[in-house]
């Protein structure tokens, strides 16, 4: 008595896809956000595996039938990109709609001279079997070599400033707090000489509404999740050079620094209310620790939309503009709906703490410079110049308007509001080979555009004294707490840290900046 194969294959060829796309950023990454995108494959695969058990009245059949649907959806975009970089584009043009019409006619051809084959497959399905188990290991041992050599430390890795628990603050009431990080936000200097843009007009504006502007401060990083977990823990992460180490990429202990931070544990201490506002980048989508979380469109997360954006149902629901399944869209709908949200938080009773996370004038290039929607095809027409000023103009235009609703409506008990790009803009220069990119080689003109960034402070009572010009991100916090809540944290020197690309914790170049 032969044994028959049991049909494994379609569905560890479904799984490839999303093991593959977790190994390739696990980094920043952790094991449960592949649970969804691996549920989908799965039960996609079932329903097909057994619709072609209909059509062909064979399992093994019904296995090559499914398997081969499979691989067309999973990786319908990875194919059509390969075939625009040959002689074959000049049949598709560049155009899905002659791609889908390639894609189903030979996917219908194959289908149907495997259902007229006299063949059984039986010894295909054990060969398919093998093929996949030995396909799916391979991220799989990638995967579990990264973790064993790469155990992340905890958060007290880093040394945390003491804060004291019993610090009231100086007036009657605590005032709410709000913390905006406009993501790339470039300094004036660089917007002006790198971009030929006028933002004078932006900065007036907040100083004529009681900002402090900090007109030469610089990021103390050079990537989000070491600005963030930085400025969020009020600490230098010089430590993270010993453990995890200079040749680690891992970036989890940067995740666990910005969601369990201590300026939140500190407010929360102190009876606030947490809410923080989401973006789609998987450090800031959400936060556990957060009384609200405010998403502002519902949509996939940056794996699950890594791995939707290969498929085959991608360009459609492109076409369509469906937020959950197209994360350019979804970030159209998210920013205006948060900054909507947000201007109805003074109406709480409870002191609130707001962390804001806005992914502009981050790309992608979703907004025009009046809010209008821009298409990937448009944004790739514009020049880089066009793109990001466009985008910051926008941005100026919702922080004015939000902050102006923030103030009118506090009328005794103003707020604090801190305003910050967490880095600048990328030069051309990196951007050719940011693989390969030496920031220890970098002139100071690309330094400055990388490294300078918009910081604006408003106090209720304009006590502005502890700031310098060059005041950065990691004691922004400080000076709030020690000015509203009686502390006494010590000012860090205002140091910058350039590392490259796959090495975060590798400082190749350390400035510090003057307090003047």
Wanted: charged share 20%; hydrophobic share 40%.
């Amino acid at each position: 008595m032969k044994i028959r194969p049991i049909i494994i294959y379609p569905f560890l060829i479904a799984f490839y896809p999303v093991i593959f796309a977790y190994a390739e950023n696990i980094k920043g990454l952790i094991l449960p956000e592949v649970s969804l995108p691996l549920s989908v494959s799965f039960f996609l695969t079932l329903m097909l595996f057994l619709l072609a058990k209909i059509v062909f009245r064979d399992w093994y059949k019904a296995g090559i039938a499914a398997a081969i649907i499979i691989i067309v959806i999973e990786n319908y975009i990875l194919g059509f990109d390969f075939v625009r970089k040959t002689v074959l584009d000049q049949f598709i043009k560049g155009k899905h709609k002659f791609g889908f019409l390639v894609v189903t006619t030979g996917l219908l051809i194959f289908l149907y001279f495997l259902r007229k084959s006299k063949q059984r497959f039986r010894l295909s399905a054990s060969i398919l079997n093998v093929f996949s188990v030995i396909l799916i290991s391979l991220p799989v041992v990638q995967i579990a070599v990264y973790e064993i050599s790469n155990k992340s430390p905890t958060i007290n890795a880093v040394t945390l400033p003491k804060l004291e628990k019993n610090g009231h603050p100086q007036t009657g009431e605590l005032p709410d707090i709000y913390y905006f990080i406009l993501d790339r936000y470039g300094q004036n200097k660089t917007i002006s000489s790198n971009y030929g843009y006028d933002n004078s007009v932006f900065i007036k504006s907040l100083e004529k509404k009681g900002f402090h502007i900090v007109s030469d401060s610089w990021s103390n990083y050079t990537t989000s999740a070491l600005s963030l977990a930085s400025s969020l823990n009020m600490s230098y992460l010089d430590n993270l050079a010993q453990n995890p180490g200079i040749n680690s990429a891992d970036e989890k202990i940067l995740l666990k620094l910005i969601e369990n931070n201590l300026v939140v544990k500190f407010l929360k201490s102190m009876g606030y209310k947490y809410i923080h506002v989401g973006s789609w980048w998987n450090a800031t989508a959400k936060n556990k620790y957060a009384d609200r979380n405010i998403k502002g469109a519902l949509a996939l997360s940056e794996l699950s939309q890594v791995i939707y954006s290969r498929t085959i149902f991608y360009p459609i629901t492109v076409k369509l503009k469906v937020p959950l399944l197209d994360g350019r869209y979804a970030q159209f709908i998210r920013i205006p709906s948060q900054f909507s949200e947000i201007a109805n938080i003074p109406k709480m009773k409870e002191p609130t703490f707001i962390f804001a996370h806005f992914l502009i004038p981050h790309p992608p290039y979703v907004f025009d410079k009046d809010g209008n929607f821009i298409t990937e095809e448009e944004e790739n027409k514009r020049s880089e110049r066009d793109n990001y000023i466009g985008q910051l103009e926008y941005a100026n235009k919702k922080i004015l308007e939000l902050v102006n609703t923030l103030l009118t409506s506090a009328k005794d008990n103003k707020p604090i509001i801190v305003i910050q790009g967490d880095e600048g803009p990328y030069p051309g220069e990196y951007l050719k080979n940011s693989l390969k990119y030496d920031w220890k080689k970098a002139g100071d003109d690309i330094i400055q555009q990388k490294m300078g960034i918009l910081n604006a402070i408003y106090f209720p009572d304009s006590r502005y004294e502890s700031f310098s010009p060059v005041t950065s991100p990691v004691n922004s916090f400080r000076i709030v707490f020690n000015t509203w809540f009686n502390q006494k944290l010590e000012l860090l020197p205002d140091i910058s840290f350039l590392s490259n690309v796959g090495k975060p914790y590798d400082f190749v170049k350390k400035i510090e900046r003057n307090q003047k």
